[in-house]
């Protein structure tokens, strides 16, 4: 499986913004999604993640409220809607899927298989 993010730019403080994560392949609806990202200097964090069915999502404590992760198994595509964004969500978010669990929200890097290239996203004050 290819993932392939986009969606990434520069916004203001406060601004919105919408990651999208393009998969290929036949086997997207067997898999959990996540988003991580990782800023300059600092280790890879868990983001949110979203169960093959899309009727369980899992959030970092900071993004409750502001971030909501979905899926289109008609598009193979997993999306990141961030709102309210804040400079302290500067970094490159990947776009990650496990096959082993596609019923659970798991939040470690290490149990997803495949992973995308990243994209930026930098958030001004």
């Known amino acids: 499986m290819q993932l392939v993010e986009s969606g990434g730019g520069l916004v203001q403080a406060g601004g919105s913004l919408r990651l999208s994560c393009a998969a290929s392949?036949?086997?997207?609806?067997?898999?959990?999604f996540g988003w991580f990202r990782q800023a300059p200097g600092k280790e890879r964090e868990f983001v949110a993640a979203?169960?093959?069915?899309?009727?369980?999502?899992n959030y970092l404590d900071s993004g409750k409220g502001r971030f909501t992760i979905s899926r289109d198994n008609a598009k193979n595509t997993v999306y990141l809607q961030m709102n309210g964004l804040k400079p302290e969500d500067t970094a490159v978010y990947y776009c990650?899927?496990?096959?082993?669990?596609?019923?659970?929200?798991?939040?470690?890097?290490?149990?997803?298989?495949?992973w995308g290239q990243g994209t930026q996203v930098t958030v001004s004050s």
């Open positions: 990650a899927a496990e096959s082993n669990y596609p019923d659970l929200t798991r939040t470690r890097a290490v149990v997803y298989d495949y």
């Open positions: 392949g036949r086997t997207f609806r067997t898999h959990a």
């Open positions: 979203i169960n093959w069915s899309g009727d369980s999502t």
